[in-house]
């Protein structure tokens, strides 16, 4: 599947909003989300790296990492921003890891620490997806 840089940017803003409104619930631990939207949401987010991936490996570049080339042209607000979504989703996986052990080898069970857990990755790539088309909207052949 191909994507525009625009629709890039709308799929990761759209499902940026998605997981902080699931990551606001599971910290007020108001509503427990089932089994099928944390693997929607999931599902996603690898969309959203691997297609966001793509597209700047895709681009023409001179540097030795393609990677510099987002991280260089965005505006400053939405670098420090990108930078916050990092620093935040590491300091909440560290508060959330310690997640009891279920029964057996495998627990698929939805608790509200796994969704918050999951929840701040979520919003690490859907953030990336969208600058990474945001970056590139300008580059639309």
């Known amino acids: 599947m191909q994507l525009s840089p625009k629709q890039l940017s709308a799929f990761g803003f759209s499902g940026f909003v998605l997981s902080v409104l699931v990551h606001v619930l599971a910290l007020s631990r108001i509503y427990l989300v089932s089994n099928i939207t944390v693997g929607a949401l999931t ?17 023409p570049h001179t540097e030795e990492s393609p990677w510099k080339i987002v991280f260089i042209r965005i505006p400053l607000w939405l670098r420090y921003g990108f930078y916050f979504v990092i620093i935040y989703a590491l300091v909440n996986a560290a508060f959330a890891l310690p997640i009891p052990a279920g029964k057996g080898y495998v627990d698929l069970e939805v608790t509200t620490a796994k969704v918050r857990l999951l929840s701040g990755f979520w ?3 859907y953030a990336f997806a969208f600058i990474t088309g945001a970056v590139f909207r300008g580059t639309e052949e």
């Open 43 to 59: 599902l996603g987010m690898l969309a959203a790296w691997l297609l966001s991936s793509r597209m700047i490996k895709e681009q």
């Open 123 to 125: 919003l690490l790539f």
